[in-house]
């Protein structure tokens, strides 16, 4: 802890930032909601390295030999599934929390690059279906926006059962960013603060689920693939009664998983690190014959080609990104740095997505302030993200000695920390050891 002055002790359990939620707290009556997602250290990828290869592993030559990064999500039943060229989609944003022109950017960025993006909370807007090649539409337990005209202009249908900020958790989108349009499509009054549900109205377990996901097949004439997408808090268990209600693909997001709005208290304290849900998910779907049949997506703090080859190596097929693809379009952009002190926050800072001031025209409906952010430029800086991300990600994999991205395995990593061994299942770094297993020699 850094002193104001020497002699001076700040308490590690009662620092400035603890004491200033305290009083915030007293003085107020309310509690913390905020954008993003988990902000304290908690084990990630950056707890794992890549071994490489030297000579017991043949790495590929990155200039002459091919190292494919195409995936197919959703062949289990759908007659249409999705093929992206990258491993790697966008989440799905609620048009609500972001504006028209953000997710038009991101539908513009996806389909450069060949990937899809997916609608979010409060319906499909026309901007992001024109702009998305590939388009996922969420089913929500709001249904908020949800419209059977729009699933059937839909390229794959996600169930939303729950997300990594809040697993067990709803909504909350604040009156001032109900405009018009946001009240419109979700034929619920403007400028008051809207929750959505944390549960589905019309079914409670897996058994329903499965009618429910029959309902959407014949809705769509059995073409689309339907995903299922879970917060990560059990997911051996979820994602095993996923598979079996029947979903082609599950989508798992970790912990670390941005939000528009959620409680401080929620995001930091409930849920599992996306690593350590990772081999869980994997556990469920071998069990089950299904790895690979039923592709895992994985979500929650992706920022790098590091991480996504990390996820993949184990075990999962793409993965979704939604905070680093509103950073690429520019989010909390130093250029903004004024406008962000004027709203008592900083370039590198911002979380305040719910409030709707948002000085990059990102997490905002407020006209001024949309219009700065361009969709033809955004999307074109999501695209070179996603094209940077995918080329690194191709760089350790050909290092690894692998021809297809997909082709990367857990025995390409270790762990720096015993934490991280643990629950990534990998090795400790210069040992065989993977705790609870014993020493594999
Ligand atoms: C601004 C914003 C809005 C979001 N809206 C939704 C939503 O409507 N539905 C949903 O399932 N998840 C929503 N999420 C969560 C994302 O789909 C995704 O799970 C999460 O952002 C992934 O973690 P990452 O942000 O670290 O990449 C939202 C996230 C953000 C940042």
């Known amino acids: 802890m850094t002193n104001e002055k020497p002699g001076l002790r700040e308490s590690n359990l009662f620092n400035r930032d603890v004491i200033h939620d305290i009083q915030t707290a007293a003085e107020t009556g309310l509690y913390e909601i905020r954008g993003f997602g988990a902000k304290r250290p908690l084990p990630h990828f950056d707890d794992l390295l890549f071994l490489g290869a030297s000579m017991s592993r043949y790495p590929l030559e990155g200039y002459r030999e091919r190292c494919d990064t195409n995936v197919t999500l959703g062949n289990r039943y759908a007659e249409s599934p999705i093929d992206i060229s990258i491993p790697i989609t966008i989440a799905g944003m609620s048009f609500g929390s972001l504006s028209a022109n953000a997710k038009e950017a991101l539908g513009r960025g996806a389909?450069?690059?060949?990937?899809?993006?997916t609608t979010g909370d409060g319906g499909m807007t026309e901007e992001e279906r024109r702009h998305s090649q590939k388009l996922v539409y969420q089913y929500l337990p709001s249904r908020y926006g949800m419209n059977p005209d729009d699933i059937r202009k839909a390229d794959a249908i996600e169930v939303v059962i729950g997300q990594g900020a809040k697993p067990g958790g709803g909504g909350v989108l604040l009156g001032q960013k109900i405009t018009e349009r946001v009240a419109e499509m979700r034929t619920l009054p403007g400028d008051i603060d809207q929750r959505s549900a944390c549960r589905h109205p019309d079914w409670t377990g897996p058994d329903d689920l499965a009618i429910k996901i029959t309902e959407l097949r014949e809705i769509t004439d059995w073409k689309v693939p339907i995903f299922i997408k879970i917060g990560a808090a059990r997911p051996y268990y979820d994602t095993t009664l996923a598979v079996k209600a029947g979903a082609d693909v599950v989508v798992l997001d970790g912990m670390q998983g941005g939000t528009a709005a959620t409680q401080s208290v929620f995001i930091e304290h409930v849920g599992i690190p996306t690593m350590a849900a990772v081999p869980?998910?994997?556990?469920?779907?071998?069990?089950?014959?299904?790895?690979?049949?039923?592709?895992?997506?994985?979500?929650?703090?992706?920022?790098?080609?590091?991480?996504?080859a990390k996820c993949l190596a184990l075990g999962a097929d793409a993965v979704s990104i939604g905070t680093a693809a509103l950073i690429a379009l520019g989010c909390n952009h130093p250029k903004w740095q004024t406008d962000y002190e004027n709203i008592g926050s900083s370039a590198g800072f911002y979380d305040s997505y719910h409030e709707g001031r948002d000085p990059a025209g990102i997490s905002t409906q407020d006209e001024e302030l949309s219009a700065r952010l361009d969709p033809v430029s955004g999307g074109q800086r999501l695209a070179n993200f996603l094209g940077v991300l995918t080329l690194e990600t191709q760089t350790?994999?050909?290092?690894?000695?692998?021809?297809?991205?997909?082709?990367?395995?857990?025995?390409?990593?270790?762990?720096?920390?015993?934490?991280?061994?643990?629950?990534?299942?990998?090795?400790?770094?210069?040992?065989?050891?993977?705790?609870?297993?014993?020493a594999h020699v």
């Open 396 to 438: 350790l994999a050909r290092a690894s000695g692998k021809s297809h991205v997909l082709n990367l395995e857990p025995e390409d990593l270790v762990a720096l920390t015993v934490e991280a061994a643990a629950m990534a299942r990998v090795p400790l770094a210069g040992t065989n050891w993977i705790p609870g297993r014993g």
């Open 280 to 308: 869980q998910a994997v556990e469920a779907l071998q069990e089950m014959d299904m790895h690979r049949e039923v592709q895992l997506i994985v979500s929650g703090g992706i920022r790098s080609g590091a991480d996504v």
């Open 111 to 117: 389909s450069q690059l060949g990937t899809c993006t």
